[in-house]
């Protein structure tokens, strides 16, 4: 199975700040990488395909990099809606698998 | 728009089966779709139990694929799931989910594009 370790798990942010979350794989995963927002008790909500395509409906504000085995979502001046857990997701291989999240706090 | 839901008991006793189905209000057999059960434990990552696409076709996690059988029944628009000899550990929020694959930079990608708002199942006598 391919590893997804996300960092940090958490973070304490302000309303406003630009946040930055990384997510290793634990092998090249090319751009098979996929990126969630899921809030308490609700379904994840696709943010981020192909490691750097915006979904539509999604606020240019979110953006993702990376290729092979490091990748970075990113969230430019942070909104109330943004306090979530956040998850990477690889499709390269059998079993699809998830990091372990990034909770972002208010500060 | 196409919604997915969940239902299913939300209480299954030890060593039972554990039986879930989730209802499109869409037509399954259209698109590039695979149709994704996927689970998560209290405080936990997510967890990929399987995939069927709408000609029965099935792709199963390995470390569940002993215990699940995961169908599709296109005359309902239903999506099933069983999963066997269950435990504790198996308690956790499960999700449905509607997996697109589209052709990008060249090659065919895949992400779950729509969910269900997910059903609790507790393992416990």
């Known amino acids: 199975d391919i590893q997804m370790t996300q960092s940090p798990s958490s973070l304490s942010a302000s309303v406003g700040d630009r946040v930055t979350i990384t997510c290793r794989a634990s092998q090249s995963i090319s751009f098979y990488l996929n990126w969630y927002q899921q809030k308490p008790g609700k379904a994840p909500h696709l943010l981020i395909y192909g490691a750097s395509s915006l979904q539509s409906g999604v606020p240019s504000r979110f953006s993702g990099s990376g290729s092979g085995t490091d990748f970075t979502l990113t969230i430019n001046r942070l909104q109330p809606e943004d306090f979530a857990t956040y998850y990477c997701?690889?499709?390269?291989?059998?079993?699809?698998?998830f990091g372990g999240g990034t909770k972002v706090n208010i500060k | 728009q196409v919604q997915l839901q969940e239902s299913g008991p939300g209480l299954v006793k030890p060593s039972r089966t554990l039986s879930l189905t989730c209802t499109v209000s869409g037509d399954i057999s259209s698109g590039s779709y695979w149709w994704s059960w996927l689970r998560q434990a209290a405080g936990e990552r997510l967890e990929w139990i399987g995939r069927?696409?709408?000609?029965?076709?099935?792709n199963y996690n390995p470390s569940l694929e002993s215990r699940v059988t995961i169908g599709a029944d296109t005359s309902k628009n239903q999506l099933s799931l069983k999963l066997a000899s269950v435990t504790a550990a198996d308690t956790a929020l499960y999700f449905c989910a509607r997996e697109e694959f589209i052709v990008f930079r060249g090659v065919i990608i895949e992400k779950f594009d729509l969910w269900g708002q997910g059903t609790p199942v507790t393992v416990s006598s």
């Open positions: 069927v696409d709408a000609s029965g076709s099935t």
């Open positions: 997701q690889q499709s390269h291989s059998i079993p699809l698998t």
